[in-house]
């Protein structure tokens, strides 16, 4: 019987596989799914909200819902996933559907990351027109007066 691959699946806080012989891993990134092997060669790569799955010592198919991750192959037989979530189970289509509701999440944080970012930027666009528009308190024609009481106030 040829070596199998040690998996291992983390979180932050808990070690959530510690697969000594796992025959084959199976996961997805942005490129698409892939498949990793014993003898495979060194490997790194993002995983977003995904199912990874893998076949135990027995043959046994098993899974894992992952929130966006990071996998490392080392040594040809060493797999490692560091997540920030995951959930293990045996329902490949309940998982599927939790993954499903992780993207929507993500999805919907990007969204709203993008719109705070455009408002930001507006607001920085309008600030540094009305720096730059001559004519108004403020612009870089009109610096503001200093009190003629000479205590420094600005009117």
């Not at 806080?13 to 012989?21: K, N, R």
């Not at 084959?24 to 995904?50: K, M, Q, Y």
């Not at 930027?121 to 007066?145: E, F, K, M, N, T």
Request: aromatic fraction near 4%.
């Amino acid at each position: 019987m040829k070596a199998g691959l040690h998996l291992s699946i983390s979180t932050p806080t808990v070690i959530l596989v510690e697969e000594p012989a796992a025959q084959s891993v199976r996961a997805e990134d942005e490129s698409g799914g892939f498949g990793i092997l014993p003898g495979h060669t060194e490997f790194l790569t993002a995983l977003p909200a995904s199912v990874v799955s893998w076949r135990d010592r027995d043959g046994g198919l098993r899974f894992c819902a992952l929130r966006a991750g990071l996998m490392t192959v080392s040594g040809g037989n060493r797999v490692s996933i560091a997540c920030r979530e995951g959930i293990l189970g045996d329902d490949l289509a309940a998982l599927e559907s939790e993954v499903a509701k992780l993207r929507a999440a993500e999805l919907d944080a990007e969204r709203r990351a993008r719109v705070e970012h455009m408002r930001l930027h507006a607001s920085a666009v309008r600030q540094i027109i009305r720096y730059l528009r001559p004519g108004q308190a403020g612009a870089l024609d009109h610096p503001p007066r200093i009190s003629e009481a000479g205590d420094g106030a600005r009117s």
